[in-house]
């Protein structure tokens, strides 16, 4: 286990669970918690693991997605004392969530060791609590009712399990809790230039529809108003080239194949 801080949180490293919980074991290497999980995860391509470090993958996607997210959760109306960064990957993450949000607390989560080392230095430039855990998904070594939100960006749809991935943010997350979910649909991962520069599986993509569902089915709420549907020029098959050059703007909400969901889920029980 990593806390960096400038100001550290007493109350953060008793969220995290006793050893055995989850499908993985969980050991140390150094001052790091390690959790050895089952598998269920397909590892990005060299491509993939660099560009989702770069400042592009920042400004146009991370940043974007959580402006679109805070925007939504303002429905919601619940504060998030504790995030749990699930898949956090390089850290890029953790400033404009912390920005966005103003956290008491940080814990990114996230299956590859390679990454984490980058995490590791953004979590000590953040100047705020931060724990990093090198982890699966599918099996959080969090406490039942942790955590006040889970930010999964990008992540969701690498994983083969998604529905024992549901299951665990349900369990982390304390009753009213939220899930901020961004992901990319069926229709952008199997367009041509992200099956030849990334890699995930097959079976575990989904339309925005059925997103929607499979959230739903695993016990959150999600109110049509913390749904949206970002159609932006990277998504799209042209790169956006029909309206720059042309004027042409892209079909409405309801005329397209969704490239992008972004929602805001919640726990029932507060």
């Known amino acids: 286990m990593v806390v ?4 550290p949180n007493p109350d953060f490293a008793p969220r995290l669970a006793s050893a055995g919980l989850g499908a ?43 402006r679109d997210l805070q925007r939504l959760a303002g429905g919601v109306g619940y504060r998030f004392d ?4 699930v898949g956090c990957g390089h850290g890029r993450s953790f400033a404009p969530l912390m920005q966005a949000f103003n956290p008491g607390g940080l814990i990114g989560i996230d299956r590859e060791a390679v990454v984490l080392r980058n995490a590791r230095a953004r979590a000590a430039a ?7 855990i090198e982890g699966d998904c599918a099996a959080l070594p969090l406490a039942e009712a942790s955590v006040d939100a889970v930010f999964c960006h990008q992540t969701f749809h690498h994983l083969a399990d998604q529905s024992r991935a549901l299951r665990e943010f349900h369990r982390i997350l304390r009753p009213g809790g939220v899930l901020m979910l961004a992901e990319s649909t069926r229709a952008y991962i199997e367009s041509w230039v992200i099956r030849l520069l990334f890699r ?33 020029w990277w998504s799209r098959t042209d ?4 309206e720059a050059i042309l004027g042409t703007p892209p079909p409405p909400h309801g005329q397209r194949r969704e490239t992008l969901i972004n929602l805001v889920a919640v726990k029932p029980g507060a």
């Open 4 to 7: 960096t801080s400038s100001d």
């Open 24 to 66: 993985g074991a969980m050991t140390r290497r150094g001052d790091e918690l390690v959790m050895h999980p089952d598998d269920g995860f397909v590892p990005e391509t060299r491509f993939g693991r660099w560009f989702l470090n770069t400042e592009i993958w920042s400004y146009y996607v991370v940043n974007e997605a959580i």
């Open 82 to 85: 504790i995030i749990a960064d």
């Open 126 to 132: 953040s100047g705020r609590t931060v724990m990093l």
């Open 200 to 232: 995930h599986p097959a079976h575990s993509q989904r339309s925005a529809a059925e997103y929607v569902s499979m959230v739903r089915k695993h016990g959150f709420a999600v109110p049509s108003s913390c749904v949206s549907y970002p159609y932006t």
């Open 239 to 242: 790169i956006g080239l029909r």
